[in-house]
């Protein structure tokens, strides 16, 4: 008898010590932050170190140690044939380093901003793209175009575009859309690694910010699948599908969601084109509610091509309308209270999932511009 009372009393003592200890491991499994800026860092420096091929090119990438100090320490490191700096001329020095994935060199391109990349975009599509499939296999183009991309904080209207879906209409080309330091490590290493062309789309406002990083994503030999999402946080009430900064704005909405009794699953997109349509779907049968979140433009956006293969392979899996949250479709507005109800919010994200679970009265009030770009 007194044996089982002890045993009792063990388990008893184990229950109030095991939570603790739990915490204490994710405590040490996230003690090391890393942030985004650094993180894109290392994987460049790693790939350079690695493989003498990689090489820089760009608009202050050298002495000035880019434009958003990405490359930063890498020409004292490399020197100048390794990192080059260009004149303020995309369509020149876009074309040269195409030129040279011909010949077997593996180019990373810096645009100051992805905007600026449209004056590169005939070497981008009909030169970096299409070389491949033109000559039947026999040109490779193992390049990298990256540089921020999206909405930063009062540039106005020609400096916010996101290129997502841009560049994810055309064959060809990788997109890539990182969210965390552990996004811009794993990812970056593969573009580089990858023999076809890959639009690298980061984000402004995440360079400093700093997440939790494992020593297996900090081993030089880590790299991601190009074409997985990744489930940041599960559930089973609704999916809510996005990419970049968007992922950051969907984790805090499924935090607010949480404590009115909806559990939202949250899918990181990262890979644009390919489009993990079955991670998508999946989550979708299982939540049986789809809310897609990004910064861009509502019409024929990244959103509306996921909404399209959730219809084609889950329709009869969806209790609800899918709803679609996007930028506003007008041009980006300068004024800082304007900007700011031109691109998705957290609240916009949390109102769209209780209209998907039934939460919400319909006709409730909404920005000027989510009537529009949600559907």
């Known amino acids: 008898m007194l044996g089982i009372v002890r045993q009792k009393m063990l388990e008893q003592s184990l229950k109030k010590i095991r939570p ?15 942030n985004v800026r650094e993180a894109l860092n290392s994987a460049l420096n ?12 760009g608009e202050e990438v050298g002495e ?8 930063k320490g890498l020409l004292d490191k490399y020197g100048t044939e390794r990192v080059l700096d260009t004149p303020i001329t995309e369509a020149g020095f876009a074309g040269i380093a195409v030129g040279a994935a011909y010949y077997g060199l593996k180019p990373v391109v810096e645009f100051m901003t992805f905007n600026f990349s449209m004056q590169a975009i005939d070497h981008i599509i009909n030169s970096a793209a299409k070389s491949n499939y033109m000559s039947a296999g026999q040109i490779s183009v193992p390049i ?22 841009w560049y994810a209409t055309c064959p060809g080309l990788k997109v890539l859309t990182p969210y965390n330091s552990e996004d811009a490590r794993g990812l970056l290493k593969a ?24 020593n297996e994503v ?9 074409g997985k999402a ?15 900064k968007m992922v950051g704005y969907s984790l805090k909405a499924a935090e607010i969601l949480e404590k009115d009794g909806i559990d939202a699953e949250v899918i990181n997109l990262r890979s644009i084109r390919p489009l993990d ?55 980006m507005p300068y004024a800082a209270n304007l900007e700011r109800m031109a691109v998705p919010q957290v609240e916009d994200i949390v109102r769209a999932a209780k209209r998907a679970c039934y939460r919400s009265v319909p006709n409730e009030a909404q920005h000027c511009w989510e009537g529009a770009a949600s559907f």
């Open 20 to 34: 603790a200890v739990a915490v204490l491991r994710s405590y040490s499994s996230a003690a090391k932050q890393m």
């Open 46 to 57: 790693e790939e350079m170190s690695a493989d003498s091929k990689v090489f820089l090119i």
């Open 144 to 165: 990298v175009f990256r540089g921020p991309n999206g909405a930063a904080a009062g540039v106005g209207a020609q400096h916010s575009q996101c290129y997502a879906a």
């Open 191 to 214: 573009a580089i690694r990858d023999p076809d062309p890959v639009v690298f789309l980061e984000n402004e406002l995440l360079y400093g910010e700093s997440f939790p990083i494992s």
């Open 277 to 331: 349509r079955s991670t998508i779907n999946d989550s979708v049968r299982k939540t049986n509610r789809l809310v897609t979140v990004e910064e861009a433009f509502p019409q024929h956006g990244v959103g509306a091509e996921i909404c399209a293969c959730v219809v084609e392979e889950s329709f009869a899996y969806l209790d609800a309308p899918v709803e679609r949250i996007a930028g506003a479709d007008v041009p």
């Open 218 to 226: 900090l081993d030089s030999s880590f790299c991601l699948p190009i």
């Open 64 to 71: 000035y140690q880019g434009a958003y100090k990405i490359t």
């Open 230 to 244: 990744k489930i940041e946080r599960k559930g089973k009430h609704v999916t809510i599908a996005a990419y970049s």
